[in-house]
Each structure stands twice: as C-alpha cells, then as structure tokens.
C-alpha cells in the first residue's frame, strides 16, 4: 500500500500511544507550543519503529491527552503537534479547514494572490509552507507528515484556492533533518517560465522550479517598502543591495525612484531574473548587477572609494544552529564593518538576518559592533520583522526568524 493511501485510512482509534517523558513540559504543549523533543518524548522500541509520518495520540506522563501529533521517530523534533483533539482525522477536510483559513487571512491582507498562503507552524500546519503566485503555488512539504500526506494537501490547496500549477519544492536543511529526499518537482500543470509578481511598485521574476527557496522572499516586503522610503524621489540616490537575489531591495527603490542601483549576488540565474525585473519595472537603464562572493565585493568597493546612500545586506541564515552561533554572529559583524564604509554620510544601512537561533538582541549587538569597527557612528531608526502573511506563533520563536535593523550613519 503507498503511503498516501495508508494516511487516508488512518483511524484515530487505531491510532498508535505515544507519551511525554515525567520531566517534559507539559505545561508549554497545553499552552500551545507546537513541538515536542528527542529527550521529552519515551522513545521506547515500539515507538522508534513508527514510519516517519505517522498520527498518534499525544500523551503526558500521567495519560492524559494532549492531542493528535506526526511522528518522525529518528528526527531531534519526533513528536509535532497537529490538532489538540486527540480523536482529530488529519485527512483532506482538516487541511481543507486549515488552509481556507489561512487564505481567509491573506485576502484581508492583500489585493493579489501573490504571498506566503501558508507559514507552517504559524497557520497550524507545522513543517508546511506554501507559497502563492496567482494561479500557481509552490508547497514546500519540511516534515515527514506533510510529505506522506502531499496528495491530499495538493487537492486540498486546489479546492479553496483554484490553483492550476502546483510545485513540490524538496529542497533545503528541514526535509534532510526529517530523513526525507531532496527533490523538485511538478505536481500539476506548467512552470516553465518565470512567474513575475507585483510588489511596492516593481516587478519581479520568480523561478518556481530553479529558484531559491519557493522563488521569491516574501517575508521581506514590508522592509523593502521601508527602504526604499529613503530614496524615493531621489534621482541622485544610487543604492547597492549585497545578497540581492532577484533584486529585492534594489527593484523597489528603483520603483520608488531612486536614481541607479547595484545589486551583487553570487548566483548569475538570480542576477539574470533580477535584470528581467528591472526591466518589467522600466528601471533597466538604472540597474547594474554584479556576479561576485559577496564579502569579496563589500572589500572591492571600499577599495574603490564607492559610497551609496542606501546600502542593504540580506544574507542567507549564517546562524542555522545553537552550535553555530558565535562563528555566525562573527559574521554578521563582518558582513556590518565592510558594509558601513559604504555608506555616504547622512545615508543608510540596512542589515538582515533570517537564522532563527541568532535572537534580535545578538543580531543588534553584532551589527553595532561592527558599525563601531568601521569607525561610524548610527542611529538604529527602524527594526522589521517578516510581513503579516508570515505570522509567528508566541510560543515559538523560531516562527520569528526574520529581522531587519535600519541605521543611519553620520559623517
């Protein structure tokens, strides 16, 4: 039997019992954090031998319910908490409720169907995300659960958003720490082409199938609307967006009027699709991108003299662990010391990070240090978080990765 057909068949009463260790918070299940660890949950021999996927009940110590969890034995997380209803049949009608009420969200939020539908955790749905392009979507299935029950997360995603393309994107740190395989795949209809998105006035090009992630970082759109808050109106403001993807920060001060932008990245498929957006925004003229490391291009142009009035460095996670967190935060601090010299007096700078174990306080040191070490002085004006469409769960603060510090620097 495939494991899509042994899911629908599950029962909640022959449903396998798994308990909480005596020393587990139970307290923090009950209060709605979401995951439950390797040394919290009896991993006895019957439990170890559940397949990757599985629903079970949820139980503490003493045998009292918490609820209907999926299990990946093997995984450091093997116990996700699904529903609080122990009894619960997770099967094409609850994600059905799940997901409409996630699409019930969005559409408040936005005019068009271009947003992150679903933020795993953040929506009830831990592990899943998925994000939306007008009639396409890309589902990024990171647990074991949400992977064994694909087919009947894609009908249900057809049924409340009329979807037509659909991609499985099975790429990425969280699948391999599920034991799952890396692969991307389309589900139903065509991505052949970029898909081009309209947001804070420009346009860009996202590759569902080859791209980074789902294609497009929709979690930075409110900080790229800020940003280029800075320049707009200015025909003189010449902006450099360091880790720049498909043109992020770059294409919206462009849209917003900023005279010329260079947008620096190491991938050339990225800087390719980042030009196909400035020109869909009428700023092709005004763009430049470079193809360099970019720690290698923040040194070239401080040894060029180069200064901008909006400088923007949105790295990948440095910090993806507990363990990596010194080396990572060293590296924020280098990314924020060959950074500020760029910046002319009276400019901007701006500094993200997307790792989860690194928590704003640190962030905010490790970039002061480094503004300090380049010999500038900043104000920090403003502090940004991913947009509405990826909403946090105040029990877990992993759902709240992202953060982005603005300064602005003196003479």
Known sequence: MDPASDSRSDAAADRPVVRLRPKANARAIRHGFPWVYADELVLDRRTKALAPGTMARLEDAERRPLGTAALTPASRIPARLLDRDPEAVIDR?????????ALALRERLYRAPFYRLVHAEGDGLPGLVIDRFGAAAVIQPNAAWADRLLP???????????????????????????????????????????????????????????????????????????????????ADARVLDVFSHVGGFSLAALAAGAGHA??????????????????????????????????????????????????????????????????????????????????????????????????????????????????????????????????????????????????????
């Open 93 to 101: 009608a609850w994600l059905t409720g799940r997901i409409a009420r």
């Open 262 to 411: 260079l947008a620096v990245d190491g991938s050339e498929p990225a800087l390719a699709l980042a030009r196909q957006g400035a020109e869909a925004t009428g700023a092709a003229g005004r763009f430049e991108t470079r193809r360099q490391d970019a720690f290698a291009a923040l040194e070239a142009l401080g040894g060029e003299g180069a200064r901008f009035d909006l400088v923007v460095c949105d790295p990948p996670a440095f910090v993806p662990s507990k363990q990596a967190l010194e080396q990572g935060l060293r590296a924020y601090e280098r990314v924020a010391r060959l950074a500020a010299p760029l910046v002319a007096p009276g400019g901007f700078l701006v500094l993200c990070s997307c790792s989860h174990a690194a928590d704003l306080a640190r962030f905010r040191t490790a970039c002061g240090r480094g503004i300090g070490r380049a010999g500038r002085r900043g104000q920090l004006i403003h502090t940004g978080f991913a947009g509405s469409d990826h909403p946090s769960l105040p029990e877990l603060g992993e759902t709240a990765y992202l953060k982005a510090l603005t300064f602005r620097l003196d003479g």
């Open 152 to 234: 009947e997360i894609v009908a249900a995603l057809i049924e409340v958003t009329g979807a037509r393309t659909i991609v499985k994107n099975g790429q990425g740190r969280a699948r391999a720490a599920e034991g799952l395989p890396e692969e991307t795949v389309v589900l139903q209809g065509a991505a052949e082409a970029p898909v081009a998105v309209a947001m804070n006035g420009a346009t860009y090009m996202a590759d569902l199938t080859g791209g980074q992630k789902t294609g497009l970082y929709y979690d930075q759109r409110d900080t790229h609307a800020f940003a280029a808050r800075l320049v707009a109106g200015r």
